[in-house]
């Protein structure tokens, strides 16, 4: 590459580093810019390049210091809070990008568009702090008491299709079985034949019909 064409490839890189925000390229990544569309892959380092690479090291700060010291246009964050969920990503990242870069230096040099924009984008409710709509609490108990509801018609189903509780779960079959034992004389010590027993024995149903 001929000194000629590096002054020429020279200027267009000043020129795009004039015209690049602070958001699309941070000074570490323009340091690593290389012109790769002019230099062939065996290109020998020159006093050119040099010289051509240590100017872009030093204008790349400068390109971000003037686009961090121009303040965002009002129309941008004009009614941040109502546009900010409708915003693509790349557009989100890019504002908070810039917001980003202006909050670096003093904070009496934001202007009260971009103090409002940066709190709202930090701390407002959107994304996993969006508050709920209003009647969500009762669209919810509403939704428990259907489940409630539609649970017990289903149990109320099922328990109509079951058999009746077998003869033995009666009381008058059951006192019949406590005489039949004491007749036996079961457990004469500390059960139902023993002398001053006051238990139910094998009472533990309510009488038919009831």
Same mark, same amino acid.
């Given at each position: 590459? !001929?000194?000629? +064409?590096?002054?020429?490839?020279?200027?267009?890189?000043?020129?795009? !580093? @004039?015209?690049?925000?602070?958001?699309?390229?941070?000074?570490?990544?323009?340091?690593?810019?290389?012109? +790769?569309?002019?230099?062939?892959?065996?290109?020998?380092?020159?006093?050119?390049?040099?010289?051509?690479?240590?100017?872009?090291?030093?204008?790349?700060?400068?390109? =971000?210091?003037? %686009?961090?010291? !121009?303040?965002? @246009?009002?129309?941008?964050?004009?009614?941040? +809070?109502?546009?900010?969920?409708?915003?693509?990503?790349?557009?989100?990242?890019?504002?908070?990008?810039?917001?980003?870069?202006?909050?670096?230096?003093?904070?009496?040099?934001?202007?009260?568009?971009?103090?409002? =924009?940066?709190?709202?984008?930090?701390?407002?409710?959107?994304?996993?702090?969006?508050?709920?709509?209003?009647?969500?609490? =009762?669209?919810?108990?509403?939704?428990?008491?259907?489940?409630?509801?539609?649970?017990?018609?289903?149990?109320?189903?099922?328990?109509?299709? %079951?058999?009746?509780?077998?003869?033995?779960?009666?009381?008058?079959?059951?006192? =019949?079985?406590? +005489?039949?034992?004491?007749?036996?004389?079961?457990?004469?010590?500390?059960?139902?034949?023993?002398?001053?027993?006051?238990?139910?024995?094998?009472?533990?149903?309510?009488?038919?019909?009831?």
């Amino acid at each position: 590459m !001929t000194d000629s +064409e590096l002054e020429n490839a020279f200027e267009l890189v000043v020129f795009v !580093t @004039s015209i690049l925000p602070s958001t699309r390229r941070s000074a570490c990544q323009l340091t690593s810019l290389h012109l +790769e569309f002019a230099k062939p892959a065996n290109m020998l380092r020159t006093p050119a390049s040099s010289l051509l690479r240590k100017s872009l090291v030093r204008s790349a700060p400068a390109a =971000a210091s003037r %686009a961090s010291s !121009t303040a965002i @246009s009002n129309p941008t964050l004009k009614n941040i +809070e109502k546009r900010w969920e409708g915003m693509p990503p790349q557009e989100q990242a890019d504002l908070w990008m810039s917001l980003r870069d202006r909050m670096k230096g003093s904070w009496s040099d934001l202007t009260l568009q971009e103090k409002k =924009a940066a709190y709202w984008i930090a701390f407002g409710p959107h994304g996993p702090r969006t508050v709920d709509p209003p009647g969500s609490g =009762a669209r919810v108990a509403w939704g428990v008491a259907v489940g409630l509801g539609v649970s017990l018609a289903i149990f109320a189903i099922i328990r109509s299709f %079951a058999r009746p509780p077998p003869i033995t779960m009666n009381k008058e079959w059951q006192e =019949a079985s406590n +005489e039949r034992l004491i007749a036996q004389k079961a457990d004469p010590i500390t059960g139902i034949s023993s002398e001053g027993y006051k238990g139910k024995g094998m009472v533990q149903s309510a009488p038919k019909g009831n």
